[in-house]
């Protein structure tokens, strides 16, 4: 009965992290905030890679809804651009290749911050207070920004007007979510975005790019941490691992289509509310628990 009651959690789980990796309302917080309500009854090493290797399901998201604008390699010729790279039979898309190399300048500053703090962020700064902190701090950037952005004309409204300075300093703006729980790594590298004059359904598409590496290193460092220390999975961890990122890719399908949809006729505001409404009820929360 145990067993069956965790794969439920994990299942929501997987729910929560579908929608709330996508929407700049902090995921990581959000799965901070269930879990002191519905606690996995797993090891604490399996919990922290679980907090981190479910978005893997968000991931392959990711991959399938964008197939086509981020896969670089043509089977045949038939489909090929003046400017492509032809390799025998085969070619290279150029504009996408170009298209990988601002996605991977811009994982950079988080990247190198991620490697060497990752391990005191763990222990310092996942708690109520700053993850409540962040939730209200970036909401009200949210609300201050449109504001200031209404009726103004974006000055870059494609992926491909994307030059290197900015996806650099949209990678500079990633290092907070990084650092703070509760930041949002959508929320922090759209904001860097909208002020450097990105247009809302480019910010948010280049989020969604710039999730592939960041999400896979993240993955990729918590498992190793976990097998240098001698570690390894049991039966019933693999299950839930599994059941929860399949729920969250389900979920994230859903999610990532419903907000391209909604960002075409709407603004982020919303989201700097139910930010700080929910920070101020974290606050709330602990104080009352202290």
Not at 49 to 64: D, E, N, R, T
Not at 137 to 165: A, H, P
Not at 204 to 220: C, D, K, Q, R, W
């Amino acid at each position: 009965m145990q067993t069956f009651l965790d794969v439920l959690k994990a299942i929501l789980f997987g729910i929560v992290e579908g929608i709330t990796e996508w929407l700049p309302i902090s995921s990581t917080g959000h799965m901070i905030i269930l879990d002191e309500f519905v606690k996995l009854h797993v090891r604490e090493e399996f919990w922290n890679l679980f907090l981190v290797v479910i978005q893997l399901g968000a991931i392959i998201a990711v991959v399938v809804l964008f197939w086509e604008k981020i896969w670089p390699f043509g089977l045949t010729q038939e489909n090929k651009q003046e400017d492509d790279i032809s390799v025998g039979k085969a070619y290279i898309k150029k504009d996408i290749m170009i298209l990988w190399g601002k996605i991977l300048l811009a994982c950079v500053p988080a990247a190198v911050i991620g490697i060497l703090f990752d391990d005191w962020v763990d222990e310092h700064l996942y708690n109520f207070p700053c993850v409540a902190a962040a939730l209200i701090i970036f909401g009200i950037l949210f609300i201050v920004i449109e504001k200031r952005n209404e009726g103004k004309k974006f000055r870059i409204r494609s992926i491909q007007k994307l030059d290197y300075i900015a996806v650099l300093l949209i990678g500079v703006f990633q290092v907070l979510a990084a650092v703070f729980p509760g930041t949002s790594r959508s929320g922090a590298t759209i904001i860097g975005a909208l002020l450097l004059g990105v247009s809302r359904n480019v910010a948010a598409e280049f989020t969604f790019y710039l999730a592939i590496p960041v999400m896979l290193g993240a993955s990729a460092l918590k498992a190793l941490k976990f097998v240098s220390a001698g570690l390894s999975f049991n039966t019933s961890e693999a299950v839930l691992l599994f059941v929860g990122c399949v729920v969250a890719y389900v979920v994230s399908v859903f999610v990532i289509k419903l907000l391209l949809d909604y960002i075409k006729k709407h603004n982020f505001i919303p989201f700097g509310i139910y930010r700080i409404g929910l920070g101020l009820l974290l606050l709330l929360y602990f104080f009352i628990k202290q």
